[in-house]
């Protein structure tokens, strides 16, 4: 008997698979598209992540992906293959279709070839992932020493400037009324 569990390459390797790959080429010249994909992608993995253990690996999964593919989309992180950037926002197009392999309508079991085919894409960019994860880390790091290490980054530059333009420059409002 053949096994009937989803194969995430069987998926890649399906007709409507590479349908969606032409379509993910469109996406990546427009980049406000991509953008507007992955927020849609991400209020349907929140919808589901609390369906059981495999909708928390594919959570992971898709925020892993989704920053990498809108950091290379906004030209922040270098040197990712065009061809892999393609393959990813093709996923994300699967995971967002609620017709395709198993439809998405079935509880659970919907999820599941939207699952394999995330982690088969996953396990084979792995060497790029691990990458990318590093200079996220390096970049997080260095966003937190850059707004902890300057407290004048804080302060209240509207001090001593009006604060209604009847108010002639120099004039430092008390917030008290002066005619009651």
């Known amino acids: ?56 690996e594919v959570w992971e999964n898709l925020q892993l992906l989704s920053r990498l593919i809108k950091s290379a989309v906004a030209g922040e992180y270098k040197g990712i293959p065009t061809t892999t950037l393609v393959g990813g926002i093709a996923v994300i197009i699967y995971f967002l279709s609620p017709i395709d392999l198993i439809p998405d309508i079935i509880p659970v079991i919907g999820l599941l070839d939207d699952a394999s085919l995330l982690a088969w894409f996953m396990t084979s960019i792995k060497a790029e992932l691990d990458r990318f994860k590093e200079w996220d880390a390096y970049k997080q790091e260095q966003e937190r020493n850059t707004t902890h290490t300057d407290p004048a980054h804080h302060a209240d530059s509207s001090f001593g400037t009006p604060k209604y333009s009847n108010q002639p420059p120099g004039t430092v409002h008390s917030g008290k009324s002066e005619n009651i």
């Open 1 to 56: 008997m053949e096994n009937q569990q989803p194969d995430g390459k069987n998926v890649a390797q399906s007709a409507f698979f590479k349908g969606l790959l032409k379509k993910a080429e469109r996406y990546l010249q427009h980049p406000m598209q991509v953008t507007k994909l992955l927020n849609d992608a991400f209020k349907k993995a929140t919808a589901k992540k609390n369906i059981g253990a495999l909708a928390g």
